[in-house]
């Protein structure tokens, strides 16, 4: 009888094709690219689950909220502060950032307005 544990041999099986799929890599625009192609309408399901909707290329791009507003005007000033911050860092000091500002309305309203535009769009597409 073999003195190994039987889960040792299926760790060991999983940490080699772990080690196949990441001798390929590819930049992020090829890897969508090939999703997209390989993509058909249609997905084959087991009985009983319900098949994943494949998304539009032509579809508008969804509204953005107010905090990914505020992020996106306030990423800069702290990679300026902190220049050796990683993006989880950067992501941290802004939600306590964002947790601390007392006026959002700014952000809000440029919400308010992008998802004016989201929902204008959507309708034109619709048609």
């Known amino acids: 009888m073999n003195d190994a544990p039987a889960h040792a041999f299926y760790r060991t099986a ?6 196949e ?16 192609a390989k993509k058909t309408p249609v997905k084959k399901t087991a009985k ?8 539009d290329p032509n579809a ?4 953005l909220s107010a905090y990914m507003f505020f992020a996106k005007d306030q990423r800069g ?25 007392g006026d959002k309305s700014k952000y809000e309203a440029e919400a308010a307005k992008d998802k004016a535009r989201y929902e204008a769009a ?3 597409y619709k048609k």
Do not use: C, Y
């Open 21 to 36: 799929r990441h001798t390929e890599r590819h930049t992020p625009k090829q890897t969508i690219m090939a999703k997209v």
């Open 48 to 55: 009983g689950k319900v098949a994943k909707k494949v998304k």
């Open 77 to 101: 000033n702290i990679l300026k502060k902190h220049p050796n911050f990683s993006v989880t860092d950067v992501a941290k000091e802004l939600g306590v950032q964002w947790k601390k500002i």
């Open 14 to 19: 999983r940490r080699a094709n772990a080690d």
């Open 122 to 124: 959507m309708k034109k």
């Open 60 to 63: 508008p791009k969804r509204a």
